[in-house]
């Protein structure tokens, strides 16, 4: 090796230095960063660990597989999704801005979107961080969708028809997606 060339200087370590408690953060974020390159199916734990700069054996003491990876990122993506849906539910018409907040998700993180609704995480319940997150998105635009007095309604169709709305309009093929999102908010703001 060169003199004055350490292994250290030859790690690639785009999230940045992390202490060890913070390692599953670092995880996550160079996944993102990976599926937001090249899609859910591109992400890695091997890949991921490289990119933070430690073995895939660390990495595995917090992830017990890609899967496990791909579903806290999802978990994390699922409580944006809400941050983001709660700050609409504030606002004049309710369900019109929490919808909108929906399509701007939908709209600025595609791939992360694609991988929270797609089908490699189709077996939810295993995951019990997801399972929580997707259904407290689900939770608010029901009590949004749903008047205090017709709550809780047995049936639940107004929640499912304001679900339904939201991902018709925020799941079309990507090449649409920005086309098809300004008729949604054309259609909800009117």
């Known amino acids: 090796m060169p003199r004055g060339l350490d292994m250290k200087s030859l790690m690639v370590t785009p999230c940045g230095p992390y202490h060890r408690s913070n390692l599953p953060n670092a995880l996550r974020a160079a996944a993102r960063a990976i599926l937001d390159e090249a899609g859910p199916d591109a992400v890695a734990l091997g890949e991921t660990a490289r990119r933070v700069g430690v073995s895939a054996t660390a990495a595995s003491r917090h992830f017990v597989d890609t899967e496990d990876l791909l579903a806290s990122v999802a ?5 944006e999704l809400a941050a983001g ?5 504030t606002e004049g018409d309710r369900l019109g801005e929490v919808g909108l907040a929906y399509f701007d ?17 189709v077996e939810r319940a295993k995951y019990p961080e997801l399972n929580e997150a997707a ?17 809780p309604c047995e049936d639940d169709v107004a ?32």
């Not at 978990?75 to 409580?79: D, H, K, L, S, T």
């Not at 998700?105 to 995480?121: C, D, S, T, V």
């Not at 029901?142 to 709550?151: P, Q, T």
């Open 159 to 190: 929640g499912m028809a304001a679900w339904g709305l939201v991902m018709a309009c925020s799941t079309p093929s990507p090449a649409r997606l920005a086309q098809e999102v300004a008729v949604c908010r054309s259609l909800v703001t009117h």
């Open 105 to 121: 998700f939908a709209l600025q993180k595609r791939e992360l979107f694609r991988l929270m609704f797609g089908p490699i995480l």
């Open 75 to 79: 978990a994390e993506g699922f409580r």
């Open 85 to 89: 849906m709660e700050t609409g539910a």
């Open 135 to 151: 259904s407290a998105v689900f939770g608010l635009l029901r009590r949004v969708a749903v008047s205090a007095d017709e709550w």
